[in-house]
């Protein structure tokens, strides 16, 4: 069993931060991709930013200036730190990981965790 756990979402004022933290835990042998998506009401759900094993990143446009994913592979940890946050980035924010189980196969299985809440209001 693998498990995604998210924390750090919150309410804060236009303009402020907030830094969101995803630990995965588990039978894990490796972890090819992590990335942080985000759904809002009435919306759907989008990859807000990725992160490679290698430290390759990738970004929706909106974000891009403003949001920092990095990762802890030693904690099998990635983190979204949002800055100048704005009401449009209101939204439960999800955390999902490619990895491998197996040291024997390759094959890669996706999970998801349950997702926090950021709310971004005056």
């Known amino acids: 069993q693998v498990q995604l756990v998210e924390s750090g979402g919150g309410l804060v004022q236009p303009g402020g931060s907030l830094r969101l933290s995803c630990a995965a835990s588990?039978?894990?042998?490796?972890?090819?991709?992590m990335d942080w998506y985000r759904q809002a009401p009435g919306k759907q759900r989008e990859l807000v930013a990725g992160?490679?094993?290698?430290?390759?990143?990738n970004y929706v446009d909106s974000v891009k200036g403003r949001f920092t994913i990095s990762r802890d592979n030693t904690k099998n940890t990635v983190y979204l730190q949002m800055n100048s946050l704005k009401p449009e980035d209101t939204a439960v924010y999800y955390c999902h990981a490619v990895l491998r189980i197996s040291s024997v196969s390759a094959q890669p299985y996706a999970y998801w965790g349950q997702g926090t809440q950021v709310t971004v209001s005056s």
């Open positions: 992160i490679t094993s290698g430290g390759s990143t």
């Open positions: 588990g039978n894990i042998f490796s972890i090819y991709v």
